[in-house]
């Protein structure tokens, strides 16, 4: 008997803004001037803050972070697609994303100089807390993602962010697996930058893209341009629709590339090639933006250097907030492991503040 | 009161729970339509519906890790791992994620789940089907670990695991599932998480268990008594961590001996841990050293040989006697 076709699958490509700015006015998205100024000013308070966060690192005045110049369009794009009522959960390279939602520059440094304090509050603005290890947010989102079904909250879903690499670990195909079976309403946005530390997309995984993996789980995949702001907002967007009309869950790849190191911690040129990063960086999603808006006629020369003082500003005034809080209670950690109280802690609370000042005394 | 057996203790404390609080749920691997491969789960789908009782994908990190997100958000999931050999796969959702939680964000956002795995030997099982690991989870910290020794406290120990605001990993006896049945009570009880019971007072030896080893330690308690004038105070340790290490404390300050029996293997294992507060409260009113009688520091046996490596009466009153002639 010969073979016969039993199914056929396809992947949908989406680009709406080209490198040069021409939108494709089929698929424009209907954003007001102000949603597509804010849209462009956030993407352009992540690089300052990326930028700035460098520095403060490399002066000792922050430890390690991961960039996230070059992935502005992706964070930017979904955080603006997002509906209050939905829940954000990122990974670790999503601050202009962060910030978009509610969290304070100020306290995303503090955090990055290794306070929990600095750790936003996930009841408001429903931001779950970053998530260094990769591919654990995946499960625990569907997981939120069936209560808020349960618990029949309208208009609500969660979009949970992650990394090429994040696709190879197995929680990202139990939580794949786990939403597809409860149909739950999670949008997966997979930042494609090609680079996991030093290991290439191609060595991550076979696959000729990371969106059809998600036709295995039973629920459509596509790729998008992740460097194009209103490709990633379109697609974000139509997600959460399905999401909040219960068809379930959309994976989204976002394809863009690492153009900073990994993390402080890294050195790209050991395993990046120069003529490659460089062509990526001719396409940066803030300019293209920019181009845009000056061919929509929302922005002058004048209007972009407004801009720039503006973030600038934002930037300086966190740095000087978050290195002002000098005043951090030593035993605090104690007061967090359970939320009743046991001897075991309160005797070891006690033991270690005697410590710390016999530690005073002679100091 | 009835009397049941510890399946049916632990089947009714969740039936309860789930009457009592729309936002218990229960999920894991054939908990549903099957009622649980022990029938722990039984009947709860048919009462509370597939909703709130999940036959979830055959998958450890994704049923703890997607637990975890619907306690974040106000849920109370009890979570089964089907034995707990399996619980490894998803010990990274367990150290990464439900431990931390709270003091990632300073109290704001906390994980009240319970996640329930069968454990021990004595079955004659399959290999994965016989671990005693509670020591594995109880070195994380801000994670609860009870192990309820028979039918009434496996209900109320339950109940408040349930109603406890944080994770707690609720390790149940599987050899003593059916071995013995106990009066419990029908309406609600509760019994307090991180406190110890003192089964049996006594004033001329300490003997220290919990979980599954509580009953040959008893009847080693009962065999020594009976062959000579001694009189035993038996502790059974339920909460593993935190651990109430002030009731075995002021119980070895009055009888200067102690021994331990426990399944785990001895090295670095809840019995360290004991003796360990043992040396910071009560050295000085040992008479004897603290003995230990566990199964060794070798992989869990094949069950043709599980006989002679889980500690039995014999073995733990040897250890009782040589302490009290110490």
């Known amino acids: 008997m010969p073979r016969t076709e039993l199914v056929r699958f396809s992947v949908p490509y989406l680009q709406i803004l080209d490198q040069s700015g021409t939108v494709d006015a089929e698929f424009e998205p209907a954003l007001s001037s102000e949603q597509l100024l804010y849209l462009y000013r956030s993407m352009k308070l992540g690089r300052e803050a990326d930028e700035r966060m460098l520095k403060l690192q490399r002066q000792g005045r922050i430890g390690t972070f991961a960039l996230a110049t070059g992935h502005e369009a992706i964070a930017c794009g979904a955080a603006l697609a997002m509906s209050e009522t939905d829940w954000f959960y990122g990974s670790f390279r999503e601050p202009a994303a962060r910030m978009m939602r509610g969290e ?25 807390p970053f998530s260094v290890i990769v591919g654990a947010q995946i499960p625990m989102a569907v997981g939120m993602a069936y209560a808020l079904r349960y618990q029949e909250q309208k208009d609500a879903a969660v979009i949970v962010v992650l990394g090429d690499g994040a696709t190879s670990e197995g929680d990202f195909h139990e939580g794949m697996n786990f939403a597809g079976v409860w149909q739950a309403p999670v949008v997966f946005l997979c930042q494609n930058n090609q680079w996991a530390i030093s290991v290439s997309r191609q060595q991550q995984t076979r696959s000729e893209t990371i969106a059809q993996k998600a036709i295995a789980y039973g629920f459509p995949g596509i790729q998008v341009d992740g460097n194009d702001p209103l490709a990633v907002y379109s697609a974000v967007k139509e997600a959460l629709d399905r999401a909040h009309s219960g068809q379930g869950p959309t994976l989204i790849e976002a394809v863009t590339y690492r153009v900073q190191m990994h993390t402080t911690s890294d050195d790209p040129t050991r395993y990046q090639h120069d003529a490659e990063v460089a062509a990526w960086r001719e396409r940066d999603p803030l300019r293209r933006m920019a181009l845009y808006l000056e061919k929509k006629g929302l922005l002058t020369s004048a209007g972009e250097e407004e801009m720039t003082r503006a973030v600038r500003e934002t930037v300086d005034a966190a740095v000087r907030e978050f290195e002002s809080w000098t005043e951090f209670k030593p035993d605090a950690p104690f007061d967090h492991v359970f939320g009743t109280t046991h001897d075991v802690i309160e ?3 006690a033991e270690f503040l005697a410590e710390l000042a016999k530690e005073a005394d002679h100091g | 009161m009835a009397k049941l057996n510890m399946v049916q203790a632990i089947n009714l404390a969740m039936q309860q729970e789930m009457a009592r609080d729309r936002d218990v749920l229960v999920m894991g691997e054939d908990v549903g339509k099957n009622g649980g491969v022990f029938r722990a789960t039984e009947g709860l789908q048919s009462q509370f519906g597939a909703e709130r009782v999940i036959d979830t994908p055959l998958a450890e990190a994704g049923i703890v890790g997607t637990a975890i997100g619907m306690a974040m958000m106000g849920l109370r999931p009890v979570a089964e791992i089907q034995f707990s050999g399996f619980a490894f796969l998803a010990l990274g959702q367990l150290e990464g994620q439900a431990a931390r939680m709270r003091s990632r964000t300073q109290g704001k956002l906390t994980v009240p789940m ?13 290999e994965h089907h016989s671990e005693s690991r509670e020591a594995t989870f109880a070195h994380l910290p801000g994670i609860k670990v009870v192990l309820p020794s028979g039918p009434r406290n496996a209900r109320a120990l339950l109940a408040a695991a349930i109603r406890d605001p944080d994770p707690v990993v609720f390790m149940e006896p599987k050899r003593s599932y059916r071995a013995f049945r106990e009066e419990v009570p029908d309406g609600e009880e509760l019994m307090e998480i991180g406190k110890a019971d003192i089964v049996q007072t006594g004033t001329d030896l300490t003997l220290i268990s919990w979980g599954a080893m509580m009953r040959p330690a008893l009847k080693a308690a009962e065999d020594v008594a009976q062959r000579r004038n001694a009189r035993i105070e038996i502790i059974d340790v339920l ?10 404390a002021e119980s070895v300050k009055k009888t200067g001996r102690c021994v331990i029996a426990q399944e785990a293997p001895r090295s670095l294992s809840v019995s360290s841990e004991i003796i360990a507060a043992i040396n910071d409260k009560a050295l000085m009113y040992l008479e004897a050293p603290v003995k230990r009688v566990t199964y060794p520091d070798v992989n869990t046996v094949y069950f043709g040989r599980e006989q002679l490596y889980i500690p039995g009466p014999e073995r733990i009153a040897r250890a009782i006697e040589e302490t009290l002639d110490f």
């Not at chain 2, 319970?114 to 399959?126: D, F, I, Q």
């Not at chain 2, 909460?239 to 075995?248: C, Q, R, V, Y």
């Open chain 1, 104 to 128: 304070s520059l100020a306290k995303y440094m503090l955090m990055h100089n290794g306070y929990e304090e600095g750790n936003h509050d996930p009841q408001s603005n429903r931001l779950m």
């Open chain 1, 347 to 349: 005797e070891q609370r």
């Open chain 2, 114 to 126: 319970v996640l329930r795995m069968p454990y021990g030997g004595g079955v004659r099982a399959l």
């Open chain 2, 239 to 248: 909460t593993m961590s935190p651990m109430d290490k002030h009731t075995i």
